[in-house]
């Protein structure tokens, strides 16, 4: 059974910091684009950060515009899991975070294979 399990969330005051990680398993990820993606209340799903699979452990990323900067995100334990470290957290970063991969590397919410099941990130002011 494929799946992915996130874990990390909480409750942060703004300026915080906050780590997420996301596990994969049931098959191999390696070189699926993986990344992170958020839905606040009342607004839709929205891209946060991604990895593309160059070569062997070599991943490209990219970040949402009002995330540069302040988060990183990466690759690891052979490509089967990400993590995002999330700085200078603000209060509109308080949403609910989904891990999702995608087998042919769009990473867009129509082509994802793959959702975990959501992490709940609450910054306050």
């Known amino acids: 059974q494929v799946q992915l399990v996130e874990s990390g969330g909480g409750l942060v005051q703004a300026g915080g910091s906050l780590k997420l990680s996301c596990a994969a398993s049931?098959?191999?990820?390696?070189?699926?684009?993986v990344g992170w993606f958020r839905q606040a209340p009342g607004k839709d799903r929205a891209f946060v950060a991604g990895?593309?699979?160059?070569?062997?452990?070599?991943?490209?990323?990219t970040y949402g515009d009002s995330v540069k900067g302040r988060f990183t995100i990466w690759r690891h334990n052979a490509g089967n899991s990400v993590s995002l470290q999330m700085n200078s957290l603000k209060p509109q970063d308080t949403a609910v975070y989904y891990c999702?991969?995608?087998?042919?590397?769009?990473?867009?919410?129509?082509?994802?294979?793959?959702w975990g099941q959501g992490t709940q990130v609450t910054v306050s002011s």
């Open positions: 990895t593309w699979w160059i070569k062997e452990n070599i991943y490209n990323a």
């Open positions: 049931g098959r191999t990820f390696r070189s699926d684009a």
């Open positions: 999702a991969a995608d087998r042919e590397g769009a990473l867009t919410q129509e082509g994802v294979d793959y």
